[in-house]
């Protein structure tokens, strides 16, 4: 920055910038959904789709109406858990990418609900704990990799996501199936499905479960000692170790209650969402869960009630996605979505988005100025 | 179980090195100079979906060039968000791995059948026949580029300045290296190798593209990169030793005796994958400026 001699344009630049730094945290959010957006219109004009009609058409399907509202809820509460777990451990200084695989196992855990009959809440409840504790277990492994012979995460959570993928496969074909049909496991029974809350629509009671979980979070994290180190653990490992706070126990519990929170989301997809209420095989309602779950953490800047918002906008391109792929004469795939997610997730890497896109509007205009006709002649 | 079938499961495991060994070989080059990639997993599955695409077009070569290209450019985004702009390597990988899956899946609707697409064998690259039956001749490029690669760091004057680079940056911006452009070429050459070795899988081996055709191998070469402690002659061992327990669950799933269900056979090089990293880490030294963007004071 220079100091007084700067122009007028300068400071009204600065003064728009500072603004832009106020409102940092969501405008970035924004910015980078926006940016998603555009990259997902760009390739839709490529391969031959109209951009304007098909985003029009997830739009109509995500808000366009009551019914429409309610399923992009329900498509979010899963994304909801998964975004928690990535960003519980994130605050704690580590990469979990194992929630697929803590999803898949909660999700066969809590299938197992249908062996045994018990009153209606408390089928619910057992149903929740063994997803809950089957997620725990599941993410223990990676955890403790770390601790004790200091396994990256990132490597050993994907060699656990495949594991539990190949292991729930097997369950679901062999232990878990329907005697009736080879082609999914058992059914939950009714006294343990969460309650249908708008009749007709996908929405189910496990919105209170998603939505409790991340308030527990915030208060666990921001407003309780333990979520305090965890998260001072997160920023600075040496200063926290010097201040006396075990990283061993924070990783552990960061670890574990990430589990817990993709659990939970196996537990929402299989016991809260109409109509199968049962593993199919090859997971295709699971599927995938646990990495568009990265997405959302990312867009709700890793902070539990920031989460909310970006599953219910994720949630929404899920939901209008599969409205999206029926429209018109040439629908548009639903993994059109997956593609606007990663080139949002892209987009959240870069710091100070804000920031960069001024460079990036102004490295074209000096590229335009360069390449004009007008310019080369003055140069020359 | 005879000599033939032992035989068999050699030639596979050559084949199921090389994509190991190269986008490890490749990682190994950005990662000396400080920049820590994710986004292989993704960028092997592109690369495999664009390599069957060019060779549809114009044959084998222009396949494997294709996938280059695609890693190259995927990789160059990556390096410029990282590097220039000090982003998140991490989350930029990410990023980069969500958009594979959806990228490829949704190509592979618009070419027609959902998952799954067909090399046409005019754009196969055609095998070599060897004494030990069809081999690509891609296994001798992996076979040779951990050497080259060697050399490269070890004994030229750019290997020297990649690794200054990745073990003190700002040491080496004081003695007129530009950092950030180190790093954007290392990794872009990184991801050109990875590009190349998911053309690979579709053009010159499998000979189809699926939408989950990638199945963890980048991140087993991200594991290859940690077992090799950046050294590219371990790379093509861990190349190997991976390849070969990727091989043996195709083997074994081939034997007419099935005394185990398939799903835990798959699991198999997984579980190798964890068990030989976990045995190793802890006395690999990795650069110093690793995963750190570089920002002048």
């Known amino acids: ?380 | 179980m005879n000599w033939s079938s032992i035989l068999d499961l050699l030639r596979i495991s050559l084949h199921a090195m090389v994509p190991i060994t190269l986008t490890a070989v490749g990682e190994i080059i950005g990662e000396t100079a400080g920049l820590f990639n994710i986004g292989l997993e993704g960028i092997l599955l592109i690369g495999a979906f664009v390599g069957t695409l060019g060779a549809k077009a114009g044959g084998p070569i222009v396949g494997l060039l294709a996938g280059v290209g695609v890693g190259m450019a995927i990789s160059f985004v990556f390096a410029v968000i990282s590097a220039y702009w000090k982003g998140t390597q991490m989350i930029a990988g990410i990023g980069i791995n969500l958009f594979a899956l959806g990228f490829v899946a949704f190509g592979l609707i618009k070419l027609g059948a959902p998952g799954f697409h067909a090399v046409p064998p005019e754009g196969q690259l055609a095998k070599l026949s060897t004494p030990m039956g069809a081999l690509s001749p891609l296994i001798f490029v992996a076979l040779v580029t951990p050497f080259l690669a060697h050399l490269f760091l070890n004994r030229t004057r750019a290997g020297l300045i990649l690794k200054a680079v990745g073990e003190n940056p700002e040491a080496a911006d004081v003695a007129g290296i530009d950092v950030n452009l180190t790093r954007l070429l290392a990794t872009t050459f990184g991801g050109a190798v990875a590009g190349l070795a998911g053309a690979f899988l579709s053009v010159a081996w499998i000979g189809s593209v699926t939408k989950e055709m990638s199945a963890g191998t980048g991140f087993i070469a991200l594991a290859t990169v940690v077992f090799s402690g950046l050294n590219p002659l371990l790379a093509l061992l861990g190349g190997f030793i991976f390849g070969f327990f990727q091989s043996l669950a195709t083997w074994i799933k081939t034997l007419p005796t099935k005394t185990i269900p398939w799903q835990f056979v798959d699991m198999l090089p997984y579980i190798v994958t964890l068990l030989v990293v976990s045995g190793v880490v802890g006395r690999v030294r990795f650069p110093k400026a690793l995963g750190v963007p570089y920002k002048r004071e």
Not at chain 1, 7 to 25: A, F, I
Not at chain 1, 34 to 43: N, T
Not at chain 1, 102 to 107: E, H, S
Not at chain 1, 331 to 337: A, C, G, I, S, T
Request: glycine content about 12%; overall charge positive; hydrophobic content about 55%.
């Open chain 1, 1 to 380: 920055m220079t100091g007084t001699g700067a122009r007028p344009g300068d400071r009204l630049l600065r003064g728009v910038h500072r603004t832009l730094t106020g409102l940092h945290p969501a405008v970035e959010s924004v910015l980078a959904a926006i940016l998603g957006l555009l990259v997902g219109a760009v390739l839709m004009y490529i391969w031959g789709y109209d951009p304007w009609r098909a985003y029009w058409a997830l739009l109509k399907g995500a808000f366009g109406g009551d019914y429409e509202i309610a399923s992009s809820i329900a498509r979010g509460v899963p994304l909801i858990l998964t975004g928690l777990t990535f960003s519980i451990c994130l605050r704690a200084g580590m990469f979990n990418i194992g929630a697929e695989g803590q999803m898949y196992v909660g999700a066969a855990a809590s299938i197992c609900v249908a062996y045994f009959s018990l009153p209606h809440p408390w089928h619910l409840v057992v149903g929740i704990l063994f997803a809950a504790a089957a997620g725990v277990l599941w993410s223990l492994g990676p955890a403790l990799l770390k601790l004790t012979r200091g396994v990256s995460e990132v490597i050993s959570t994907i060699m656990f996501n495949w594991i539990s993928r190949f292991l729930v496969f097997y369950l679901v074909a062999y232990v878990l199936v329907d005697p009736r049909q080879a082609q999914r496991t058992v059914r939950i029974p009714l006294s343990a499905r969460f309650p249908i809350l708008v009749p007709g629509t996908d929405l189910s009671a496990a919105v209170y479960l998603a939505v409790g979980f991340a308030l527990f979070v915030y208060v666990l994290l921001w407003h309780t000692a333990v979520g305090y180190e965890v998260r001072a653990a997160g920023l600075n490992p040496t200063a926290a170790r010097y201040g006396g706070i075990s990283i061993k126990r924070t990783m552990v519990l960061s670890f574990a209650l990430g589990g817990v929170a993709a659990g939970l989301a196996g537990a929402a997809t299989t016991m809260g969402l109409p109509p199968t209420y049962a593993i199919i095989s090859g997971l295709p309602e699971l599927m995938n869960l646990g990495f568009d779950g990265m997405a959302v953490a990312m867009v709700g800047r890793n902070h539990p009630i920031g989460i909310l918002f970006a599953a219910l906008f994720f949630g929404g391109l899920n939901a209008g996605g599969r409205v999206m792929q029926f429209y018109g004469a040439n629908p548009v795939p639903l993994e059109m979505v997956r593609v606007v997610m990663g080139a949002i997730v892209l987009a959240m890497a870069i710091p100070e988005l804000a920031r960069v896109l001024p460079a990036v509007a102004g490295a074209a205009r000096g590229l335009v100025r360069t390449l004009s006709p007008k310019a080369r002649k003055e140069a020359a």
